[in-house]
């Protein structure tokens, strides 16, 4: 087991998000002042062929009701043209959706960014031409997805990438066992050739023999989203490669005192 914050790379969920508009450059700004060791963003694909930077299928939410947009119907100026900070407080009034350069752009030297993809594998040639295009070094980037035919193109096709399969889970109220199995994910994970597993932060599901079962894979583990001191802690003990919150400063914080 491991117990030192030092093994933990502290991930900020669509920047530091707790504090500051989610996926935007306000957000990831906030997360490398946190000392995030990387920022985590969504993006999608729009109408015109640019990707864009924004975690749901539609802008409703993030413009307070403002527009509804779906990123794949809609152009790069019309997505640009919404305001996306206010909604979490007047202070952010102005934030503009950004574009993967311009996130991949506030990555220092030392620092890493989880890419998630949140569509369709027709993202996966326009992804790779902007990442290639980016200052970054290979190391440096991480692709994600639920999608586990865009993780295993996106290894096919950027092998100098590591490509993380995600999963949640579901429990059957009749028999109370979780799917996917461990089985399941050790299967998916073979298929699509991914480098690591992104694991939903479900205590019941996510055990001692769940994390021996990946590592004996040869597959790194990261989880998503822990926001609770004490759960950070517990897959700190599992000896996760990264916790991934929205609140980074706070859980380095409290990884630290429990050296």
Request: aromatic share 6%; proline share 4%; charged share 30%.
């Amino acid at each position: 087991m491991v117990a030192t914050s030092e093994a933990q790379m502290i991930v900020a969920h669509r920047g530091a998000s707790f504090d500051a508009p989610e996926n935007t450059l306000a957000s990831f700004q906030e997360a490398w002042k946190q000392k995030a060791d990387a920022i985590e963003g969504d993006f999608y694909l729009t109408k015109d062929g640019h990707i864009v930077c924004m975690h749901d299928k539609t802008t409703k939410r993030t413009t307070g009701g403002a527009a509804e947009l779906k990123p794949a119907d809609a152009t790069l100026e019309q997505l640009r043209a919404l305001e996306v900070g206010a909604w979490k407080n007047d202070k952010f009034s102005g934030e503009r959706i950004p574009l993967l350069e311009e996130v991949l752009a506030t990555v220092p030297q030392n620092g890493k960014i989880l890419v998630e993809v949140k569509c369709g594998p027709e993202i996966v040639e326009p992804l790779r031409v902007g990442l290639e295009k980016s200052s970054l070094k290979p190391e440096q980037i991480v692709i994600i997805c639920f999608d586990d035919e865009v993780v295993k193109q996106c290894r096919e096709k950027m092998p100098q990438y590591k490509a993380n399969w995600l999963t949640s889970y579901k429990q059957n109220p009749e028999t109370g066992k979780w799917s996917p199995s461990v089985k399941s994910v050790l299967n998916t994970l073979r298929e699509t050739k991914a480098t690591g597993l992104g694991t939903q932060a479900r205590d019941e599901v996510v055990t001692v023999e769940f994390v021996k079962q990946i590592r004996d894979a040869g597959v790194e583990c990261h989880v998503w989203t822990v926001n609770d001191e004490a759960q950070a802690k517990r897959y700190a003990s599992l000896g996760f490669d990264s916790i991934t919150t929205d609140k980074p400063a706070a859980i380095r914080h409290a990884l630290a005192e429990g050296k």
